[in-house]
Nanobody, 116 residues
Framework: QVQLVESGGGLVQAGGSLRLSCAASGSGFSINSMGWYRQAPGKQRELVATITRGGSRNYADSLKGRFTISRDNAKNSVYLQMNALKPEDTAVYYC??????????WGQGTQVTVSS
């Protein structure tokens, strides 16, 4: 059983920064990719960024340069540093753990609200 616990969301003014954290607990995920997705009201969930255990990163094109994903394998944790936030970044952000390209686990989501 894998559990993901997110933290770090909140309310921030446009131009500000937030750092999201996600810690995974359980077993069976020694080979995995972790990442962040987001879902705004009335929209589909979309990719923000992913990072493999070896450190290879993938970003949504529109977010490159503002968002940075990182991970700490020893802590089974993934982080998302978000800078220069815009109102359109407002969404629920979900942590994802993918095992072998087959199994997906999701966190409960953390709300990020960017005011103009």
């Amino acid at each position: 059983q894998v559990q993901l616990v997110e933290s770090g969301g909140g309310l921030v003014q446009a131009g500000g920064s937030l750092r999201l954290s996600c810690a995974a607990s359980g077993s069976g995920f020694s080979i995995n990719s972790m990442g962040w997705y987001r879902q705004a009201p009335g929209k589909q969930r979309e990719l923000v960024a992913t990072i493999t255990r070896g450190g290879s990163r993938n970003y949504a094109d529109s977010l490159k340069g503002r968002f940075t994903i990182s991970r700490d394998n020893a802590k089974n944790s993934v982080y998302l540093q978000m800078n220069a936030l815009k109102p359109e970044d407002t969404a629920v952000y979900y942590c994802n753990l993918n095992i072998g390209g087959l199994l997906n686990y999701w966190g409960q989501g953390t709300q990020v609200t960017v005011s103009s």
